[in-house]
């Protein structure tokens, strides 16, 4: 399904913020594969944006998000500061026929977002 999406990635280690356009599959439960996909292959929190773009090889890389102007999806996956690493996952869905952004769900831990949007997945 062509259902556009920005992912925005902020906090992990040698690349501070990364943004990136997928074509398809965009809506939550997309995202929700893409990230259990990424955790799955993922050592640890902090190597889930490694992992991502590994397992999302069509992904286009964005200077900003602003760049992806028919995206009707937006997700950031964060990895706070601390020294209990762990992800935070925010979504806003495009309000159709705007380009302003309405907040879907978030912030709240990866793994909660995975089991809201895919149930069925076991991580």
Do not use: N
């Amino acid at each position: 399904m062509a259902t556009r999406a920005v992912f925005s990635f902020t906090g992990f280690p040698g690349d501070p913020e990364r943004h990136v356009y997928l074509h398809h599959d965009g809506y939550p439960t997309g995202a929700a594969w893409r990230f259990a996909a990424a955790l799955r292959e993922a050592a640890d929190a902090s190597g889930f944006l490694v992992a991502f773009l590994r397992s999302q090889q069509q992904a286009e890389p964005l200077a900003s998000p602003e760049q992806a102007a028919d995206a009707e999806y937006r997700y950031r996956v964060r990895l706070p500061p601390g020294t209990d690493p762990h992800l935070e996952v925010q979504c806003w869905r495009r309000i159709p026929d705007s380009s302003s952004w309405s907040p879907r769900c978030g912030p709240m831990p990866a793994a909660a977002f995975i089991k809201r949007f895919l149930p069925g997945d076991q991580l």
